[in-house]
């Protein structure tokens, strides 16, 4: 029973090392996505600064701001990409599989003690029968 229990706190602490790697993982891509909507927002600025400069002046500002604009959304796309592509590291999925291990070690563990423990829960019934037969078999003294 105690390396069930082994098993049970080794579980615990996986349990909250794969919680925490989902964590870093959700704050990664969540970063990253606010930086790619900044970097959108951005661009959305820089055109809307092209088309009023177009209103202004017919060729000279107009392509500078947007070459910038199209610059800030290729960034974003380029953000947005990273943080959609974002995969959890080598630690989270030796986590996991750690995590497993440990599942399957406290299944055998309880299957153990189980069949153990069964054994003698099974054998008094039999033990019964079997003495309830014996003397059935046993002719009447009269």
């Known amino acids: 029973m105690p390396r069930a229990f082994r098993h ?9 090392g794969i919680a925490e790697g989902r964590i870093r993982l ?9 930086l790619a909507a900044l970097s959108a ?3 959305l600025a820089m055109l809307n600064v092209a088309a009023f400069l177009a209103l202004e002046s017919r060729w000279g500002p107009i392509w500078g701001a947007t070459a ?3 610059g800030d959304f290729v960034i974003a796309a380029a953000f947005a990409a990273i943080a959609v592509t974002s995969r959890p590291g080598a630690e989270l ?4 599989a750690l995590r497993q291990a ?11 003690l189980r069949d153990r423990i069964a054994l003698p829960i099974i054998l008094v019934p039999l033990i019964t029968a079997i003495i309830r037969g014996l003397r059935k078999n046993k002719p009447d003294p009269q």
């Open 102 to 112: 440990t599942m399957d070690g406290i299944e055998n563990e309880f299957t153990t």
């Open 68 to 70: 910038t604009a199209l």
């Open 41 to 43: 927002l951005f661009g």
């Open 93 to 96: 999925r030796a986590a996991i």
């Open 8 to 16: 049970i706190r080794v579980l615990w602490r996986l349990e909250s």
């Open 26 to 34: 959700i704050v990664r891509r969540s970063v990253l996505l606010v």
